[in-house]
């Protein structure tokens, strides 16, 4: 069964190019973003790591931690860095698990419908498609993305969705469509007008149903 929002994330055991932990033992108190590639040495692979790797210092500043996952085992990790690090110019200082039993990417659904028919597993159904799972400090999934094998993801992408849920879960609001920091936030059509006022002051009333404001400094 694939995991759903707000399901608590399996507590796995899991050996990295880093050492073995527990998933939940890692994430500890810190946000955490777990995403899968199809296999090492390959070339859009390559370029998603790298872009990772350039974006250390934003998964610093918004206290996440993240951690790669494809059925490699360890030495081909180990190795494959030093592609991801010399393509990008930046050091790949995250985890990545080997997870050649597949037990992450079965727990995950990180696999192709192929993979999971009664005959079994076969070499090509053992590459993980590009998934994303963005994971609170309290072990629960908040965010899933899937993309296909062909298909590249945009990092700039998942650094705004951990913007818009950090702010919707610590300020109370949601956010629109293409949000940024510093956008106007939706006011909960939980919350009063009144309440609205003392908590945002001047907002704007667009329908109803569809109120927005800066977020309160």
């Not at 939940?24 to 590639?37: K, N």
């Not at 390559?46 to 490699?72: C, H, M, N, P, Y």
Request: glycine share 8%.
């Amino acid at each position: 069964m694939s995991l759903r929002i707000n399901d608590t994330i399996p507590d796995l055991t899991v050996e990295t190019d880093q050492g073995s932990f527990g998933l939940h033992e890692w994430i500890g108190d810190s946000w955490a973003i777990l995403f899968s590639h199809p296999k090492d040495f390959t070339p859009v692979c390559t370029t998603e790591f790298g872009a990772v790797a350039q974006l250390s210092d934003e998964w610093a500043k918004r206290g996440t931690k993240v951690i790669g996952v494809s059925v490699d085992n360890v030495e081909e990790h180990k190795k494959w860095k030093g592609d991801i690090e010399s393509s990008s110019g930046a050091k790949a200082g995250f985890p990545i698990i080997a997870d050649s039993g597949l037990e992450v990417s079965k727990a995950f659904d990180m696999l192709p419908a192929e993979a999971y028919m009664p005959d079994g597993r076969t070499p090509n159904d053992s590459a993980t498609v590009r998934a994303v799972f963005i994971i609170g400090p309290d072990k629960k999934l908040k965010l899933s993305m899937t993309y296909p094998m062909t298909v590249g993801r945009n990092f700039a992408e998942v650094v705004r969705a951990l913007d818009a849920l950090q702010t919707s879960t610590g300020h109370g609001v949601a956010t629109p469509a293409n949000w940024n920091v510093g956008d106007d936030v939706i006011i909960p059509t939980s919350v009063s007008n009144e309440d609205a006022k003392a908590k945002f002051g001047d907002f704007e009333t667009v329908l109803p149903y569809l109120r927005k404001a800066p977020l309160p400094k």
